[in-house]
């Protein structure tokens, strides 16, 4: 079976709220260079799927992804959990879309990579969480699609997906080839072995340029965006937090009942 | 070209209901089309959608689609981009919104792939801009860290809304309103991705999404046997239990509990969290609550930046006295 798994290389979204800071003049938000970035969660539980499939049907996996200055240690990470080979995307052109343009570029790739059965991308990117791109590469493709799989398995060439769905889950099948996105439900990805990391060491990720997907310039980056950011600004918070004491933890709760009794909240 | 016009919804009908957030963007879609001097429709798909369009018209709406077909009583999600896709070139809208529901995140992106228009997912504020009349589009990012302003550079203009982000107008059964129905000529052979069944996962007593009070816990609480004691607290209190994302990964509790950006999304009257961090993804849930009770061992934790009251400490020597007296209290 061929797998192809799309990942994003994003800000470390568990990063604490105060440390994000917003150039206002470019839009832009960044972490201080100690936090290092990882690969979107949801991409990692992606990757998960694809490789619990692979370990009860065998296959193939190729991890993709799309971007500039890409941080070795952290992408190769699809490597070491057991992906089988690496395409980056990796351009400066690729810098500054929207899930427009970086839909059509991972279109284009997975064009040139030719074979899949089944194409997982997480549910949404975990720093602009639109849930977009997925869909994208499904719709560019002419293929069917099922989002926020809780549970995949496949029989024959039907996949079998559980979807996460309000109260419960849904049951739904899809022919292969298919796109599937995956949610943290599904679980979190494998840790990485010692023998992983020797593994993905001597596979090479192979870098491709637009000009190798054959892109169009005007659909990439900046350039293929259909939408415009005006503003990127951070929430204010009023809130000032009354911390009830006590002698000890237990008069404290008895003091916060008493508070919130007076309040009129109980 | 075709000159756009007016905004549609498209509407949801869950358990034989008028969605919530339906009426929500009922709200929001007629006071966009009132800022353009335009009309404000919707679409119902299903079966017996009749009842269901007189109530989206006595909520704001001026005309109702209603395409009527057995094949369109549970989301499917060819069946509906193909209706969905029909009614939007047909009408020709300026706006299209859409519910962020499990249909919404299925549906608006494909839609907008489709049709080549832009759609900016989960937005919490809604405006037009009175210069260039184009719509701003307000959503979390970043987890909720940050906000941003969008705008379409295409048409129609496309929006999933967050539920409980928009307030749904007075009941007016006076409001007149046209009711028409669409011909869905659905094709059976388009459907691929096909859904087999619904399964839910029953939690006994009241919807998170519909309680007053709602006691939280975190990855705090350790395990699944801590949260007995929030459903004693939540017992007395006549509320609901809620989770955050580790402890339904974790599997403590299921994931209909779930609350923040990938969970649901609640807005009680007080939310009481219970040995949870405060993360800005579990916040994008909970930031509707009137009142937020804190219980965390940790000072520095983000939630009591959010919090109204809190206390520092173990929630294991907290909570079994914050019950007692509770209990007390509620029998004077």
Known sequence: ?266 | MTEHKGVLIIGEIIEENLAAVTLELLGCGRTLADKLGERLSGLLMGSDTRPHASKAIAYGADKIYIMEDPLLEDYQSDLYLAAVEKMVRRVMPKIVLMGQTPMGRDLAPRLGFRMHAAVLMDCVELDIDTQTGRLLQVRPVYGGNARAVFTSETRPQMATVRSKAMSPLERNSSRKGDIIEIKPEIDPSAMRTKLLEKVKEEVAGIKIEDAAILVTGGRGIGGPEGFEQLEDLAGLLKGAVGATRPVVDSGWCPTSRQIGLTGKVVAPDLYIAVALSGSSQHMAGCSGAKHIVAINSDPQANIFREASFGIVGDWKKALPSFIEKVRELLKE
């Open chain 1, 1 to 266: 079976m061929e797998l192809i798994v799309c990942l994003k290389q994003i800000l470390d979204p568990e990063a604490p709220p105060d440390s994000y800071t917003i150039d206002q003049e470019a839009n832009r938000i960044f972490l201080p260079p100690e936090i290092a970035p990882v690969i979107s969660t949801f991409d990692e539980t992606a990757l998960e799927a694809a490789l619990r499939l692979k370990d009860t049907h065998g296959g193939r996996i190729t991890a993709l992804s799309m971007g500039n200055k890409f941080v070795s240690d952290v992408i190769k990470k699809a490597l070491a959990v057991g992906a089988d080979e690496l395409i980056l995307l990796e351009d400066v052109s690729f810098e500054g879309g929207d899930a427009w343009s970086t839909a059509y570029a991972l279109a284009e790739a997975i064009k040139k990579i030719g074979r899949y059965d089944i194409i997982f991308c997480g549910r949404q990117a975990a720093d602009w969480d639109s849930g977009l791109v997925g869909a994208g590469i499904a719709e560019l493709l002419g293929l069917p699609s099922v989002t926020l799989a809780k549970k995949v398995d496949i029989t024959d060439k039907t996949v079998t997906v559980e979807r996460v769905a309000g109260d419960g889950f849904e049951i739904v099948k899809v022919p292969i080839p298919c796109l599937i996105t995956v949610s943290n439900e599904l679980g979190e990805l494998r840790l990485v072995r010692l023998k992983g990391v020797r593994r993905a060491e001597k596979i090479q990720p192979t870098v491709w340029k637009p000009e190798d997907i054959g892109a169009d310039p005007s659909r990439i980056g900046s350039r293929g965006r259909l939408t415009t950011l005006h503003k990127l600004f951070k929430p204010v918070k009023e809130t000032q937090c009354e911390i009830i004491e006590g002698e000890d933890v237990a008069e404290a709760a008895v003091n916060l009942t008493l508070r919130l009794r007076e309040a009129k909240l109980l």
